[in-house]
């Protein structure tokens, strides 16, 4: 099993340009979710799924969408980047257990992005 | 909005030293709390996690200590190795139903390094 793979790793863009970040799982996990990271703040939460066809936003959504169109995939985009989105991108997965309860996230490598 | 607060941002210690990293919440409504280990270039991975209803877990070397009453919980690694070096982050989950399953609240990160 590959577990969770993010593409691209690395990418360059000009302020204004739009891209999507790709995650993928093979686990069957129910739960995806797209954080940034950033320098002593921690991850921070941008949107996450709690199944295909649903999203919800996080702490910090703002310039962001997501989809989850496959249970296996979770896209996030950037319509108009901005230098503020200058960061490294982790994508995690998590299984439910009976009632819903989610525990261990399973992160992806990331995708450090660059925003000039 | 529920917040974690974690120190020291940086710890160096010795090989075969006790490393000592310390968490903060200010929120009751967590019901799980996890460590995170993440090496350079690499995705978090869970190192260990506590549920509120016990003082203390130990797993090896590492070993995690929840005050209820104060909200606080630290993590403790014993005869640290050099390659313990990582960041380390402290996260609670939140309780609640509807969409909020298995969000994380983290906090902001320990950069540990232990010289040999």
């Known amino acids: 099993n590959a577990g969770v793979t993010q593409t691209p790793k690395f990418r360059v863009l000009k302020t204004g340009q739009s891209m999507t970040l790709l995650c993928a799982q093979d686990m069957n996990h129910e739960y995806m979710y797209w954080y940034r990271q950033d320098p002593g703040m921690g991850l921070r939460l941008i949107h996450y799924s709690v199944g295909e066809g649903t999203t919800a936003k996080g702490e910090v959504p703002d310039g962001y969408n997501v989809s989850r169109l496959k249970k296996q995939n979770f896209l996030l985009g950037l319509e108009s980047a901005a230098p503020s989105q200058t960061s490294v991108y982790f994508c995690?997965?998590?299984?439910?257990?009976?009632?819903?309860?989610?525990?261990?996230?399973?992160f992806g490598p990331g995708t450090r992005l660059t925003v000039t | 909005q529920q917040q974690v607060k974690q120190s020291p941002q940086s710890l160096i210690v010795q090989k075969g030293g006790i490393s000592i990293i310390n968490c903060a919440y200010e929120n009751t409504a967590f019901d799980y709390f996890p460590w995170y280990q993440q090496f350079p270039g690499k995705g978090p991975a869970l190192l260990i996690a506590?549920?509120?209803?016990?003082s203390e877990k130990k797993e090896g070397r590492f070993t995690i200590s929840f005050n209820k009453s104060a909200k606080q919980f630290s993590l403790h690694i014993m005869d640290s190795q050099p390659g313990d070096s990582a960041t380390y982050f402290c996260?609670?989950?939140?309780?609640?139903?509807?969409?909020?399953?298995?969000?994380?609240?983290f906090g902001q990160g320990t950069i540990l390094t232990v010289h040999p």
């Open positions: 995690a997965s998590s299984y439910a257990i009976g009632a819903k309860t989610a525990y261990e996230q399973y």
């Open positions: 506590i549920r509120p209803d016990v």
């Open positions: 996260a609670a989950r939140g309780k609640g139903g509807g969409t909020s399953y298995g969000k994380l609240t």
